[in-house]
């Protein structure tokens, strides 16, 4: 079985020579500490098991149940899970989601990853003694689709609304159709909240009433709750469930709406706008200018020269990529890797965020494509001559001014009018000069365009491409669509992918899988 396996699927065999040194005797007690701290005394199933099972899971994209199903049934599993031969599985399927929750509570997802980095150099699958003195690192961000239902403002409104009518019902012990008609909120007991509305959702008017009945029904619901609920509606799931309600109405109805106050849906899109009920963490977020998508950024920071991934982080799709820096560098200061940060290659996103800034400030290079400094046929902004030092800016006629990063600079408009070179320059008005924006990180840029314009520097900006592979590798296990709900069960899903990836790696250098 090793033979073979040595050819395909080689992980498989990588896991049953190596998997104990993975799961060493250490980490083991580690894994078992998770259940002596709850006070519940020792694991049911062997904890390195599970954890095992869960890594073979993201490797075949194996759901719950089929994972349970190929202890028995698939002869690849059970080798490296050294029960060849067995009749029944280890443990039942509840046991996987038990685990990953306490594996999440107690951050253990991230110490498995740190293990692959320490596996690296058990193995010696690399020559650490001809890797440089310092840290070359990557770091980069994809999207990922969220798995919760994306709803528009009926939809996510009478969801929400529905199930405080059901949570109501369970919780005073009355029929959900009883409370309903008691309350004059029968829209919520149809199939969906449009057919129950029942309208031509083609006519402006009628959709324009039918928010407003949506809205009038609604706070009769909420009104019959607090009125026959008592203290159980300042409570959860009550509670929980009336303000996601008020949230929803804050962010979608207009707050000064007209007509005599009947609600109407605001125009323009809130900020942080919650966009599903299933997974309240997913947000609007954008490729690119022209493609959108709902849902997660995957952030990872890889060595460059192994090609391990060191930290991983996921935030909501509207944030910006600074948010993932930092808790990609709260994981850093933690890994293996304690190597100084030598080199670190970033995309414009990053530039400005705490993991570069203090790379810089404790010696790091930074490798990043600039902002493109266009202006059509007229002077750029890289044709005037800026002096960091003296914070000055001399136009291409010799005009020279102050500046401050962060602002506009306008040359004087007497001088401008004057000027020979006007015509190259700007299309202002005669009583205007030149006017040319001085970014924050101006002088980040200034070197950025220098690099660019060099064969030497254009190959260091390309090796940034090491991390854009191991995305790709991560896209092509994991898929483009989130397997888990919520920002923190999507974290332990990347850091679990990730750890597959890492394996590949250390396998793919060592050598091993020939030896297998």
């Given at each position: 079985m090793l033979d073979r396996l040595g050819k395909r699927r080689r992980l498989f065999a990588f896991l049953r020579l190596h998997g104990a040194e993975l799961f060493d005797e250490a980490f083991q007690a580690e894994l078992a500490g998770m259940y002596r701290d709850t006070g519940e005394g020792k694991a049911p199933v062997p904890p390195a098991l599970v954890c095992m099972v869960l890594l073979l899971q993201a490797y075949t994209g194996a759901s719950d149940a089929e994972a349970i199903d190929s202890m028995v049934d698939d002869r690849r599993w059970q080798l490296v899970l050294g029960m060849l031969g067995a009749k029944k599985p280890a443990f039942a399927q509840g046991t996987l989601p038990s685990f990953r929750q306490r594996l999440i509570r107690h951050d253990m997802d991230l110490r498995l990853l740190e293990r692959t980095v320490e596996l690296a150099k058990k193995t010696k699958a690399f020559d650490w003694k001809q890797l440089p003195k310092t840290l070359r690192l990557g770091v980069d961000s994809r999207p990922l689709v969220g798995a919760g239902r994306v709803e528009d403002t009926f939809?996510?409104?009478?969801?929400?609304?529905?199930?405080?009518?059901?949570?109501?019902?369970?919780?005073?012990?009355?029929?959900?159709?009883?409370?309903?008609?008691?309350?004059?909120?029968?829209?919520?007991?149809?199939?969906?909240?449009?057919?129950?509305?029942?309208?031509?959702?083609?006519?402006?008017?009628?959709?324009?009433?039918?928010?407003?009945?949506?809205?009038?029904?609604?706070?009769?619901?909420?009104?019959?709750?607090?009125?026959?609920?008592?203290?159980?509606?300042?409570?959860?799931?009550?509670?929980?469930?009336?303000?996601?309600?008020?949230?929803?109405?804050?962010?979608?109805?207009?707050?000064?709406?007209?007509?005599?106050?009947?609600?109407?849906?605001?125009?323009?899109?809130?900020?942080?706008?919650?966009?599903?009920?299933?997974?309240?963490?997913?947000?609007?977020?954008?490729?690119?200018?022209?493609?959108?998508?709902?849902?997660?950024?995957?952030?990872?920071?890889?060595?460059?020269?192994?090609?391990?991934?060191?930290?991983?982080?996921?935030?909501?799709?509207?944030?910006?990529?600074?948010?993932?820096?930092?808790?990609?560098?709260?994981?850093?200061?933690?890994?293996?890797?304690?190597?100084?940060?030598?080199?670190?290659?970033?995309?414009?996103?990053?530039?400005?965020?705490?993991?570069?800034?203090?790379?810089?400030?404790?010696?790091?290079?930074?490798?990043?494509?600039?902002?493109?400094?266009?202006?059509?046929?007229?002077?750029?902004?890289?044709?005037?001559?800026?002096?960091?030092?003296?914070?000055?800016?001399?136009?291409?006629?010799?005009?020279?001014?102050?500046f401050s990063p962060g602002e506009t600079v306008e040359f004087d408009p007497a001088k401008c009018s004057v000027c020979p070179l006007r015509s190259r320059c700007t299309r202002a008005s005669n009583d205007a000069g030149r006017t040319v924006r001085i970014a924050p990180d101006e002088q980040k840029q200034q070197r950025f365009r220098r690099l660019v314009r060099t064969t030497k520097g254009r190959e260091a900006l390309r090796q940034r491409v090491g991390v854009e592979h191991r995305l790709a590798h991560l896209a092509s296990k994991q898929g483009q669509r989130a397997r888990f709900r919520g920002l923190r069960k999507n974290l332990f899903d990347l850091r679990r992918h990730a750890v597959v990836l890492n394996l590949e790696t250390i396998l793919r250098h060592s050598g091993l899988a020939k030896a297998a």
């Amino acid at each position: 079985m090793l033979d073979r396996l040595g050819k395909r699927r080689r992980l498989f065999a990588f896991l049953r020579l190596h998997g104990a040194e993975l799961f060493d005797e250490a980490f083991q007690a580690e894994l078992a500490g998770m259940y002596r701290d709850t006070g519940e005394g020792k694991a049911p199933v062997p904890p390195a098991l599970v954890c095992m099972v869960l890594l073979l899971q993201a490797y075949t994209g194996a759901s719950d149940a089929e994972a349970i199903d190929s202890m028995v049934d698939d002869r690849r599993w059970q080798l490296v899970l050294g029960m060849l031969g067995a009749k029944k599985p280890a443990f039942a399927q509840g046991t996987l989601p038990s685990f990953r929750q306490r594996l999440i509570r107690h951050d253990m997802d991230l110490r498995l990853l740190e293990r692959t980095v320490e596996l690296a150099k058990k193995t010696k699958a690399f020559d650490w003694k001809q890797l440089p003195k310092t840290l070359r690192l990557g770091v980069d961000s994809r999207p990922l689709v969220g798995a919760g239902r994306v709803e528009d403002t009926f939809n996510l409104l009478g969801h929400a609304a529905a199930k405080l009518l059901s949570a109501t019902a369970m919780v005073l012990g009355r029929k959900a159709e009883e409370i309903a008609a008691c309350a004059g909120a029968s829209v919520f007991l149809a199939p969906s909240i449009k057919a129950g509305l029942d309208i031509d959702w083609t006519d402006p008017e009628q959709k324009a009433d039918a928010i407003g009945e949506l809205v009038r029904q609604i706070d009769a619901l909420e009104a019959w709750i607090r009125a026959q609920a008592g203290k159980a509606a300042e409570e959860p799931p009550l509670k929980d469930l009336l303000e996601l309600i008020a949230q929803l109405r804050k962010q979608d109805l207009d707050p000064e709406p007209p007509d005599g106050g009947k609600p109407r849906i605001r125009k323009g899109v809130a900020e942080d706008r919650r966009v599903s009920i299933e997974d309240p963490d997913i947000r609007h977020g954008r490729k690119s200018k022209s493609k959108r998508f709902n849902g997660y950024k995957q952030h990872i920071a890889a060595d460059l020269d192994t090609e391990l991934i060191l930290a991983c982080a996921v935030t909501p799709a509207n944030r910006p990529e600074g948010e993932g820096a930092v808790d990609l560098q709260e994981d850093l200061a933690r890994s293996p890797r304690q190597e100084a940060i030598g080199e670190v290659f970033v995309d414009r996103a990053y530039v400005n965020s705490e993991l570069v800034e203090a790379s810089m400030e404790n010696g790091a290079t930074v490798f990043c494509k600039p902002w493109n400094a266009t202006n059509g046929e007229l002077f750029k902004k890289t044709d005037f001559k800026l002096n960091f030092r003296l914070r000055t800016i001399t136009c291409p006629a010799g005009q020279t001014k102050g500046f401050s990063p962060g602002e506009t600079v306008e040359f004087d408009p007497a001088k401008c009018s004057v000027c020979p070179l006007r015509s190259r320059c700007t299309r202002a008005s005669n009583d205007a000069g030149r006017t040319v924006r001085i970014a924050p990180d101006e002088q980040k840029q200034q070197r950025f365009r220098r690099l660019v314009r060099t064969t030497k520097g254009r190959e260091a900006l390309r090796q940034r491409v090491g991390v854009e592979h191991r995305l790709a590798h991560l896209a092509s296990k994991q898929g483009q669509r989130a397997r888990f709900r919520g920002l923190r069960k999507n974290l332990f899903d990347l850091r679990r992918h990730a750890v597959v990836l890492n394996l590949e790696t250390i396998l793919r250098h060592s050598g091993l899988a020939k030896a297998a």
